[in-house]
T-cell receptor
Framework: AQSVTQLGSHVSVSEGALVLLRCNYS??????LFWYVQYPNQGLQLLLK??????LVKGINGFEAEFKKSETSFHLTKPSAHMSDAAEYFC?????????????FGGGTRVLVKP | DADVTQTPRNRITKTGKRIMLECSQT?????MYWYRQDPGLGLRLIYY???????NKGEISDGYSVSRQAQAKFSLSLESAIPNQTALYFC??????????FGPGTRLTVT
């Protein structure tokens, strides 16, 4: 079984400030971890993913996330928020391909960027 | 990247009606997925298919059925729609790795 908890359903940041979105997961097998972004009235876009290897992964639009096995966390950060970062962000975990690569999502964090 | 299309993009229907949501992909992937999105709950898996003859229930399959008419097409049906099936519905296919790519979604409202 796998699950994802995103701390904070809403986050407000000032333009230029650090963006930090928290994600903790539970998985009985080595996880594959993902962050997706959803802009208003759009579908989901993949920001970044962790599979194996380097625990700090870089994604699109200046985002990065660090896999910490000991903390079962995969927090998403961006050093300097831009107005265009206003969106909803979803953390997700999947199991191995043989089990279907089924994604389990967190509840999402909506980011508001203040000018 | 997967090229996934969904029809219709928006649909309003009445309680008790049968409705079908369609998904097509152009990349020839064997696997296809249907998810539903509700506020505060993220996305939850309804059904997934490994190929035309292999269809599996997901976390919330009650009240839904699916059909994999061809490798490229995966349809989701609500046999008798009810208001709590009002949601955003997404179809997804695999990418080049373990990630999934999502279609644009169908916004369904059941009155």
């Amino acid at each position: 079984a796998q699950s994802v908890t995103q701390l904070g359903s809403h986050v407000s940041v000032s333009e230029g400030a650090l963006v930090l979105l928290r994600c903790n997961y539970s998985s009985s097998v080595p996880p594959y971890l993902f962050w997706y972004v959803q802009y208003p009235n759009q579908g989901l876009q993949l920001l970044l993913k962790y599979t194996t290897g380097a625990t700090l992964v870089k994604g699109i639009n200046g985002f990065e996330a660090e896999f910490k096995k000991s903390e079962t966390s995969f927090h998403l950060t961006k050093p300097s928020a831009h107005m265009s970062d206003a969106a909803e962000y979803f953390c997700a975990v999947s199991g191995p391909p043989a089990a279907g690569n089924k994604l389990t999502f967190g509840g999402g964090t909506r980011v508001l960027v203040k000018p | 990247d997967a090229d996934v299309t969904q029809t219709p993009r928006n649909r309003i229907t009445k309680t008790g009606k049968r409705i079908m949501l369609e998904c097509s992909q152009t990349k020839g992937h064997d696997r296809m997925y249907w998810y539903r999105q509700d506020p505060g709950l993220g996305l939850r898996l309804i059904y997934y298919s490994f190929d035309v003859k292999d269809i599996n229930k997901g976390e919330i399959s009650d009240g839904y059925s699916v059909s994999r008419q061809a490798q490229a097409k995966f349809s989701l049906s609500l046999e008798s729609a009810i208001p709590n099936q009002t949601a955003l519905y997404f179809c997804a296919t695999p990418g080049s790795g373990v990630e999934q790519y999502f279609g644009p979604g169908t916004r369904l409202t059941v009155t």
